[in-house]
Nanobody, 114 residues
Framework: QVQLQESGPGLVKPSQTLSLTCTVS????????WSWIRQPPGKGLEWIGY???????YYSPSLKSRTSISRDTSKNQFTLQLSSVTPEDTAVYYC????????WGQGTQVTVSS
């Protein structure tokens, strides 16, 4: 059974870098595509980007300048870094497998506030 679990700080100060890790079990991140998605309060889902089985990345154009996704194959984890955060980056952040996404983590709340 494929499982994904997000982890990271729940509170980040403005202008800092948000960093989240997704730990995958039941599949290898050297296969398939692995995405980050977020949902701001009261809004719809927003796709952030993905890292592929070939270690290639693709980011949403609106977030590309601030986003980096990387992976650690020895730990079967992939990581999101979003720099220069503002309160508008407050959201529930999800990691997911596949394109389209077929397995999702439960999500983690990240609040940007001083």
């Amino acid at each position: 059974q494929v499982q994904l679990q997000e982890s990271g700080p729940g509170l980040v100060k403005p202008s800092q870098t948000l960093s989240l890790t997704c730990t995958v079990s039941g599949d290898s991140i050297t296969t398939n595509y692995w995405s980050w998605i977020r949902q701001p309060p009261g809004k719809g889902l927003e796709w952030i980007g993905y890292i592929s089985y070939e270690d290639r990345t693709y980011y949403s154009p609106s977030l590309k300048s601030r986003t980096s996704i990387s992976r650690d194959t020895s730990k079967n984890q992939f990581t999101l870094q979003l720099s220069s955060v503002t309160p508008e980056d407050t959201a529930v952040y999800y990691c997911a497998r596949g394109l389209p996404n077929d397995y999702w983590g439960q999500g983690t709340q990240v609040t940007v506030s001083s």
